[in-house]
């Protein structure tokens, strides 16, 4: 804090200050400025910059100031140009405006005023400044391998300073001699590819605080070079062709392409030519001839270019010059066809008849009267194209050489070919494919004589007859009439002519077989051709021999006769001494076969065989044949295949058994599991070992049955059968056939049990039927300690197809109703009667006394038992009682309709194990047998 004597010392200070300041200053009366203010202002290259000077007088005696203005000292006054002076706004101010502010304007800018005797004058100073500019560009490069700069050449004023970084922000070193920093430039040393990347140009001017950031792309660039040749595809290209030329060159970035054809560039896109300049592809859509030429590629990058260049030569597929049909050569003359072709390369000539496997290309004579010829032709204006020509010459025309001929024309990218037809006109000949000169006739018979002559025109055809026992007499040409009928000529073709001449015969026309003329004519000559009508006769005696003999059949094969009299044999028939049996058969192929049906078994017969043709039959051949006495049926023939379709079932199927005189009147089905030696196949299937200990029995009733289904099967085993079948003599021999179930499939099951589909042939059709087996009826029986499995099936022998899964389920609601409905009686009883209910159940109770000695099929269990351990097979007949008598009333319709002499009741077969007294078989039936168990089923039932 000052003291006071300190405070008035400076004020007595301070006003004598003021007062010395005012006494060493003129008075002014008027006020002037320079707008912008400021003692220095600043301009910047290549900008405007306007300076105003105003005056303000403090006087109102409307006076004018006088404005002048100083540069350096000197005196503006042009009113024109970059720097000039112009009024103000008002008659009080004036301006020096610079249009474009350069280097060296820089400098004291003085206004000097005058208003009367009174001058006063203001000044500031400009200060030029110049902005950054880059002049280098952002995009540079360098070459593989050698020294490369990034240039960064910056102006401005004052002078700038360049500090290199990359694009990351950090600062470029030299520390490792690769980069040498130089003025307004970076220098890298062994370029590759690596240094291909953005470098950063940091500049900056200091005085001004101006800065600008300029990025440079360095690419590394390495020169193109092509390796190989323009490529052009196709190899060969030919005349309309879509071609492509592809040329492949490396560097980098990628070079991008050109062509020239010939001197000539050619352009990126014209109409038929695209060029792609990335890939190097050049197509040309649509070859022609004028494109061959030299085609050069060009490939080039900021490193350089390079180019390569491949002929393309232009094929051309042949063209054969247009020739003429010749239509009226005459036989003898000479004639010929000139096959002249163009291409390239130059094309090869081959001539070829049509429909003729020669083919004509060597010079020289071919065949009799036919010569090959090769000229040049004489047209060679153009050096591109070839040209060859093949002459075709005959000399002379003959009537063979009609026909059509083909000229081919081949190079090595096409062929052409052009066809020519030759006609000559000739006289009839009989060259035809008509070959027949011998007809046959009969009594009774109109016979038709046919003539086909070749001719050029079209020939007329007469019928003579010669006197062959006379030859000084004329020949009589034979007119319609009589036994003669001449039909009208047939043109078959373009030059064949048919004739035809029908004798109408009987038995007193013998002296019309013999020798006719056909005569064929025509303006350039005639031809004559021998034509016979021979007498045809009824056939000699037929070749007979025997195949087979059964009880009341026997087979006959017939060969025809060596001599069939002149006409095929169409049909045998045979008569039967001693009876009224006759037949017939048609004739097929070389052997026919005669089944001769309804005899007796054990007799000898006389058949008498007869060949019959167009005239008749002929005689017969007498063939003693003995038929065999009743026996057993013969082996089955078992046709199903040996790989079954389902995997838990099989359909065996067999084919019509032979007749052995006494009818069939069951089968037998024996099958196991066995283990088979393996091999592709079935044929050759041998059984190894069993995997069953048992084999399961089926019994099938009546003769009709030409499958079964057995069911139950394993997938993807194999199944030994056995099938055998009886009749009231015996049984057959067995007939073994080893299959495989399939390995997929739905199995025929039901939760009930097991089903099994049968086939079964009778007199009225096929019947099918389906049984259900509860599986839970395989029961154990242990006897002399062997364990015997049984199960057995029924069906019945009159009923329908099956039932089906809604007929079961209205089934189970119909016994459920009728179980209901008992319960409902018996409560009802129970209530109301229960006298009459205690009755009821003595009565049953009684019932039950009478049959408990005796078994379900009526036999005594006791008897049974004893019988069953004596044997070692049981039999469990599944029918029930009902069903029996079912078949037992209609056993003929389980017989084959074929079969002759059957009885209308057949009689039972003799017992023949002490099995079979045990019970009646039913119509199927099941049984296992053991290994230690013979497979010898129950005798044949009763009908």
């Known amino acids: 804090m000052f003291s006071t004597n300190n405070m008035d010392f400076a004020y007595i200070l301070l006003v004598a200050a003021f007062f010395t300041t005012c006494a060493g200053q003129k008075t002014i009366s008027f006020s002037m400025k320079i707008t912008p203010e400021g003692d220095t202002i600043d301009g910047n290259v290549g900008s405007g910059k306007v300076l105003t000077c105003s005056a303000v007088s403090q006087s109102d005696s409307g006076q004018k100031p006088e404005i002048k203005w100083f540069i350096n000292g000197v005196e503006l006054t042009a009113t024109t140009g970059r720097v000039r002076i112009e009024l103000g706004s008002d008659s009080s101010s004036k301006r020096l405006r610079i249009n474009s502010v350069e280097d060296g304007d820089e400098g004291e800018y003085k206004c000097e005023v005058t208003f009367g005797s009174e001058t006063d004058s203001r000044k500031t100073n400009l200060q030029v400044y110049k902005l950054i500019t880059i002049k280098s560009p952002e995009n540079q490069w360098g070459l593989f391998g050698q020294e490369g700069n990034v240039m960064c050449e910056a102006e401005a004023k004052p002078s700038p300073t360049i500090t290199w970084k990359f694009e990351d922000g ?17 220098t890298i040393k062994d370029l590759s590819f690596e240094d291909s990347k953005n470098y950063v140009c940091d500049v900056v001017v200091d005085q001004s605080g101006e800065a600008k950031v300029f990025t440079i792309n360095y690419v590394v660039v390495k020169p193109p070079t092509i390796d190989l040749p323009p490529t052009i595809q196709p190899n060969n290209p030919k005349v309309g062709d879509r071609v492509t030329i592809s040329c492949v060159a490396q560097g980098s970035p990628q070079p991008t392409y050109e062509y020239k054809r010939g001197e000539n560039l050619i352009a990126e896109n014209k109409e038929g030519i695209l060029l792609d300049k990335n890939s190097g592809i050049l197509t040309i859509e649509k070859l022609q001839r004028e494109d061959e030429a030299l085609y050069t590629c060009i490939a080039s990058n900021q490193g350089g270019k390079v180019e390569k260049s491949n002929t393309l030569d232009v094929k051309i597929p042949p063209v054969i010059k247009q020739m003429t049909n010749i239509t009226d050569a005459a036989e003898g003359g000479n004639i010929n066809f000139k096959c002249e072709a163009e291409g390239d390369p130059e094309p090869s000539i081959v001539w070829k008849k049509l429909g003729s496997e020669s083919t004509y290309s060597d010079t020289g004579v071919k065949e009799e009267g036919l010569t090959i010829e090769t000229f040049v032709p004489a047209d060679l204006s153009d ?36 066809a020519v037809s030759l006609e000559v006109l000739y006289k009839p000949n009989f060259d035809t494919d008509f070959k027949d000169k011998e007809f046959w006739g009969w009594a009774g018979h109109r016979a038709n004589l046919t003539c086909v002559a070749r001719a050029n025109e079209k020939a007329g055809i007469q019928w003579i007859i010669k006197d062959e026992a006379d030859p000084t007499k004329l020949p009589v040409r034979i007119e319609n009439g009589g036994p003669y009928t001449i039909s009208e000529n047939r043109q078959l073709g373009k030059d064949l002519t048919a004739g035809y001449l029908e004798i109408l015969l009987d038995s007193t026309s013998s002296q019309m077989y013999r020798n006719y003329i056909c005569e064929a004519k025509n303006s350039f000559g005639e031809a004559t051709q021998e034509i016979t009508l021979k007498e045809a006769t009824t056939p000699e005696q037929p070749k007979v021999s025997l195949e087979s003999a059964y009880t009341t059949m026997v087979t006959l094969n017939v060969e025809p006769p060596t001599r069939t009299g002149g006409q095929p044999v169409t049909e045998y028939s045979y008569t039967v001494d001693n009876t009224a049996l006759t037949g017939k058969a048609t004739l097929t192929g070389q052997v026919t076969r005669l089944e001769v049906d309804g005899l007796e078994p054990s007799k000898s017969y006389i058949i008498r065989v007869k060949a019959r043709n167009n005239v008749g039959l002929g005689t017969d051949y007498p063939f003693n044949v003995e038929t065999l006495k009743v026996s057993k049926p013969l082996r089955l023939d078992i046709t199903s295949p040996a790989n079954g379709a389902d995997a838990t079932q099989y359909v065996l199927m067999w084919a019509d058994p032979a007749n052995s005189g006494s009818p069939i009147t069951s089968f037998r089905v024996v099958y196991r599991m066995v283990e088979v030696e393996a091999n592709d196949d079935p044929t050759k299937w041998k059984v190894k070992a069993d995997k069953d200990t048992t084999s399961t029995v089926r019994t099938i009733n009546g003769g009709g049955a030409r499958s079964y289904t057995i069911s139950g099967l394993q997938k993807d085993s194999y199944y030994e059968i056995r099938l055998t079948a009886f009749n009231d003599i015996g049984e057959s021999d067995v007939e073994i056939k080893i299959i495989r179930t399939g390995k997929g499939g739905s199995s025929q099951l039901s939760q009930a049990g097991e089903v099994i589909e049968e086939s079964e042939k009778s007199t009225d059709g096929n019947v099918s039927k389906i049984l259900e087996v509860d599986k839970s009826e395989e029961r ?116 084959p309709d074929s079969k002759p002499e059957q009885p209308t009741t057949p009689e039972a077969p003799k017992s023949v194990e002490k099995t079979e007294e045990l019970t009646t078989p039913a119509a199927t039936t099941e049984i296992k047998i053991t290994p230690e168990t013979p497979e010898k089923p129950p005798e044949n039932p009763t009908a």
């Open 170 to 186: 950090s600062r470029v070193t030299t520390d490792n001699n690769k980069y040498v920093i130089g003025q307004s430039k970076l």
């Open 780 to 895: 154990k029986n242990e006897t002399n300690d062997e364990v015997l499995s049984s199960s057995s099936e029924s069906a019945d022998e009159t009923g329908s197809a099956g039932v089906g899964s809604g007929a079961i389920v209205g089934i189970i609601v119909g016994i459920l109703i009728f179980v209901l409905l008992i319960v409902v009686i018996v409560v009802f009883i129970w209530k109301k009667k229960p006298e009459l209910l205690h009755r009821l159940s003595q009565n049953i109770g009684t019932g039950r006394e009478e049959e408990r000695g005796k078994g379900e099929d009526g036999k005594d269990p006791a008897e049974e038992e004893k019988l069953i351990k004596n044997d070692t097979v049981k039999v469990e007949n599944e029918t029930e009682e009902g069903k029996n008598e079912a078949v037992e009333e209609h056993p003929e319709e389980f017989e």
């Open 383 to 418: 050096a591109i194209i070839k040209r060859a020509g093949k002459t075709i010459s005959f000399n002379p025309v003959r009537y063979s050489h009609v026909g059509i001929y083909v000229c081919s024309a081949v190079n090595t990218v096409g062929n052409a070919t052009q």
